[in-house]
């Protein structure tokens, strides 16, 4: 059974960081397309960023670029997002979503497998 979990979540002050994980099983990460996700209250769910199955190549939302940074550790079966220089506009549910297709989407309905959440608060 394919599975995503996503930990790493919590409070921070704006300017802070925090490392999000998304650890898979009963499958290959690897030979996946694998995406984050967030949904703050009452917004549609956003892509932020993504790594694709071959080669690697990552994209990121404009809000993002330069802040983030997805890198997947093919030992671990695990994705991760560095998050540094957090914002309140950061806050939300980050979701990890993952697609055999080998190419990055920013449309929800393109992933087959999405974890449970974890919840970033950027506050002071």
């Known amino acids: 059974q394919l599975q995503l979990v996503e930990s790493g979540g919590g409070l921070v002050q704006p300017g802070g960081s925090l490392r999000l994980s998304c650890a898979a099983s009963?499958?290959?990460?690897?030979?996946?397309?694998i995406a984050w996700f967030r949904q703050a209250p009452g917004k549609e769910r956003e892509g932020v960023s993504c790594?694709?199955?071959?080669?690697?190549?990552?994209n990121y939302a404009d809000s993002v670029k330069g802040r983030f940074t997805i890198s997947r550790d093919n030992a671990k079966n695990t994705v991760y997002l560095q998050m540094n220089s957090l914002k309140p506009e950061d806050t939300a549910i980050y979701y990890c979503?993952?697609?055999?297709?080998?190419?990055?989407?920013?449309?929800?309905?393109?992933?087959?497998?999405w974890g449970q959440g974890t919840q970033v608060t950027v506050s002071s």
């Open positions: 979503a993952a697609t055999p297709g080998p190419y990055c989407s920013s449309y929800v309905s393109r992933y087959d497998s």
């Open positions: 009963g499958f290959v990460l690897r030979d996946y397309s």
């Open positions: 790594v694709r199955r071959s080669g690697g190549t990552t």
